[in-house]
């Protein structure tokens, strides 16, 4: 466990944060979070010269397909089909008390 963590540190915090934890939440807390900063010490004493920033582990691939142009449908025909057109655009009916 990090030497650097107390128990009264975990207190102090979830005291700020407005936590009422119970005496075991505080050791357990102590515990988990003491792991923790073990875990993030250990890591910032890896030697990374050499090795590039990366925002993700893993490489990753844009996996949408492709734009395609493709010719459209034809205005007037699907105007045609609806149940009501007006300037050539569909019309629909008014909402949110909107006078017709």
């Known amino acids: 466990m990090s030497a650097r963590l107390t ?3 975990v207190a102090k915090v979830a ?3 407005r936590l009422n934890l119970s005496e075991a939440e505080l050791e357990r807390y102590t515990e988990q979070l003491g792991a923790v ?3 993030a010490e250990d890591v910032a004493s890896l030697d990374l010269d050499g090795v590039p920033p990366t925002a993700h582990p893993l490489p990753l691939v844009n996996v949408l397909r492709d734009d395609v142009v493709v010719e459209g449908v034809d205005r007037d025909e699907v105007l045609s089909q609806a149940p009501s057109v007006e300037d050539r655009r569909f019309r629909v009916p008014a909402i949110l008390g909107e006078e017709p």
């Open 15 to 17: 005291d700020l944060a």
């Open 7 to 9: 128990r009264d540190n």
């Open 37 to 39: 900063l073990d875990h």
